[in-house]
T-cell receptor
């Protein structure tokens, strides 16, 4: 079955440590996205990538970094510069931006807790 | 200005009662409109979408939504809810800002009581 996998489901880290969240898709989608979800705030866009080797900052990119070396993979690193990293992180993909489908497919999420 | 506004943060309702979850969007964004559902500790999945055509859109699990251009609304409805519909519901729009982004509302938590 095609889909998006995120690992791990739960992640605990000490304050000041960098941590990388994995996101892999086998849908052959061009675009991938990272969102942060906090209670009562909906989803906020961190970074997105519409093609391999290219990505753009979203609304809350400070303290985060990404790479897109392969079409299937879009890992997110939460750095020590992120002031309040504890949150639920969602990865999503979209087949071909601008070409009419528009539906985003989501992974199951990673809950990051910084102690 | 907020691109999409969900007017209720929580909606409690009894099982088998009808429900409406309200969503208004800014006229400055595209009229590609979506409703997604999120069950606890899971990702989002698409309920339904409006891209063009008929203003009444039917989705999965018996939900439907009506696009109203004059009122810039896209309210979600279900005539009879089940306990299993308890979840968070997000209204979303597509915005083209040099790259296509989906803008999500803050969410409405639907709580179905027995």
């Amino acid at each position: 079955d095609g889909g998006i996998t995120q690992s791990p489901k739960y992640l605990f880290r000490k304050e000041g440590q960098n941590v990388t969240l994995s996101c892999e898709q086998n849908l052959n989608h061009d675009a991938m996205y990272w969102y942060r979800q906090d209670p009562g705030q909906g989803l906020r866009l961190i970074y997105y990538s519409q093609i391999v080797n290219d990505f753009q900052k979203g609304d809350i990119a400070e303290g985060y970094s990404v790479s897109r070396e392969k079409k299937e993979s879009f890992p997110l690193t939460v750095t020590s510069a992120q002031k309040n990293p504890t949150a639920f992180y969602l990865c999503a993909s979209l087949e071909k931006p601008g070409q009419g489908r528009w539906e985003q497919f989501f992974g199951p999420g990673t809950r990051l807790t910084v102690l | 200005a907020q691109s999409v506004t969900q007017l209720d943060s929580q909606v409690p309702v009894f099982e088998e009662a009808p429900v409406e979850l309200r969503c208004n969007y800014s006229s400055s964004v595209s009229v590609y409109l979506f409703w997604y559902v999120q069950y606890p500790n899971q990702g989002l999945q698409l309920l339904l979408k409006y891209l063009s055509g008929s203003t009444l859109v039917k989705g999965i699990n018996g939900f439907e939504a009506e696009f109203n251009k004059s009122q810039t609304s896209f309210h979600l409805r279900k005539p009879s809810v089940h306990i299993s519909d308890t979840a968070e519901y997000f209204c979303a729009v597509i915005k083209n800002t040099g790259g296509f982004k989906t803008i999500f509302g803050a969410g409405t938590r639907l709580f179905v009581k027995a």
